[in-house]
């Protein structure tokens, strides 16, 4: 391909512009892009040649949770073929024999797990790498984005995804620009087979980048393998669920509804809550209400509400050196102003939380009967775990919430472990460098 063509066909507004720019053949100066291949002998070489250089790049395409397409790619060469279980077995046999590992892009929740169903067999969290892990390892700071929700495919959060990866850390265009929003497949503009091919080999490109970054930031490679074998447990938590008592969920929504009706009573005209005070829900009505009484709340929230409940409280006499103290105290109080009485309801309307529907909707139930909530290696800039469909970290520890968490049933034979120690990790940190945790 000569040089002015290549140049032409950057052009985006051209109709070639994704298609032959990202799989131009041959490979030249101009042309950093893989060989293309497409016949099951040349997967096969693939692979072979994949093993001997400790990495086999691999991506598959899926129609209803069954895979469809097998991709696989070396160094320099990539391909596709339709999904056949014997060249995921010789793939799988390679890798162990050979001590390389399978590399793809969130391979652990992804193609690790459609391996084991297809083939009936458990594979070794050791046989696989995955360029997301190492990604968030090398660019956790991308990690969360202004309203970027969770990709629902990949499990990928903020700029997590494979589109983000090898527009980083690979030489290709950014070909997977017209998926998501505005495409979700199968592609009008590349052809499937090679786009496949194109995924695995940006996947193994970027590991390799990934790897020689980490080892720049003085990231141990024994620290990224623990990340996966992380990744494994939570997706083995996410099958296993959570037993529920849906009779304590039903109760506790039933009594959560009329203890809070209790702190904000209101009279149904024509079908519509009328309050006696204030809407405890609208925001606008809370801080209106309470600048008529010289109280000034920033917003609504919890925490809000909390720090002025404080502030107020200690003009009255009342004080404790924790919010539960604090409220303690004003349970026993013979008298309290309006005005602190109905910011201690607000706090005790805000604590009671917003129902069970966050955590316990009847959407969230598998076929099992038990809730799988999800918990993520890769979704948040700190290195914790993050949880969603539903979030299990956000269900409070103390008063209603801690009420709620009697509805998760440990199963037969089995306990429940408390292990958070506040803030053990910290003081541990203190321990090692040197300090005495007692001061």
């Known amino acids: 391909m000569s040089a002015k063509r290549l140049s032409q066909i950057t052009d985006p507004t051209l109709p070639g512009y994704i298609q032959e720019s990202l799989f131009a053949a041959p490979k030249t100066s101009y042309n950093p892009y893989p060989r293309l291949v497409s016949k099951p002998d040349e997967i096969r070489e693939i692979m072979r040649r994949g093993a001997e250089e400790g990495k086999i790049g691999c991506d598959l395409e899926f129609n209803n949770n069954h895979p469809t397409i097998f991709g696989a790619a070396c160094k320099d060469t990539a391909g596709a073929v339709r999904w056949d279980s014997s060249l995921a077995a010789e793939c799988l ?58 990709e629902e495919d990949a499990g990928s959060l903020g700029l997590m995804g494979l589109s983000t990866v090898t527009s980083l850390e690979t030489d290709l265009p950014a070909y997977k620009f017209c998926r998501g929003r505005d495409c979700e497949g199968p592609c009008p503009t590349h052809r499937v087979f090679d786009y496949c091919a194109i995924d695995a080999w940006g996947s193994l490109a970027a590991s390799y980048n990934q790897e020689a970054e980490m080892s720049t930031l003085g990231i141990p490679h024994t620290f990224y393998r623990d990340c996966l074998e992380l990744t494994d447990i939570c997706m083995e938590m996410e099958k296993t669920g959570l037993r529920i008592d849906r009779d304590w969920v039903k109760h506790m929504d039933k009594a959560g509804t009329e203890f809070k009706n209790t702190l904000f009573p209101f009279e149904l005209i024509n079908k519509k809550p009328v309050y006696k005070e204030f809407n405890p829900k609208a925001a606008p009505q809370i801080t209106e209400y309470f600048a008529g009484l010289g109280i000034t709340l920033k917003d ?67 076929k099992d009967g038990r809730i799988h909530p999800r918990f993520i290696t890769t979704g948040t800039c700190t290195g914790r775990l993050s949880s969603s469909r539903p979030n299990f970290q956000n269900l409070g520890a103390r008063g209603w ?10 199963d037969d034979g089995m306990d429940f472990v408390e292990s958070d120690w506040s803030q053990l990790e910290l ?5 090692l460098a040197g300090f005495d945790v007692k001061q």
């Open 93 to 150: 046999e390679l890798a162990e024999k050979s001590g390389a590992v399978i590399v793809g892009h969130s391979t652990i929740g992804a193609e690790k797990q459609q391996f084991e169903k297809e083939l009936g067999i458990k594979t070794p969290v050791s046989v696989w790498g995955c360029s997301m892990v190492g990604h968030h390892l090398t660019n956790g700071h991308l990690t969360k984005m202004a309203g970027k929700a969770e």
């Open 427 to 431: 003081r541990i940190i203190l321990y």
């Open 401 to 410: 919430a801690k009420e709620l968490k009697k509805a998760i049933i440990p």
């Open 300 to 366: 609504s929230t919890k925490g809000e509400v909390a720090k002025v409940l404080e502030k107020v409280a200690r003009k009255e006499g009342i004080s404790g050196e924790t919010i539960k103290e604090l409220c303690s105290e004003l349970e026993l109080a013979p008298e309290l102003s309006n005005g602190l009485d109905v910011l201690y309801r607000l706090y005790q309307f805000k604590d009671a939380g917003k129902g069970v529907k966050s955590w316990f909707d009847d959407k969230y139930y598998g």
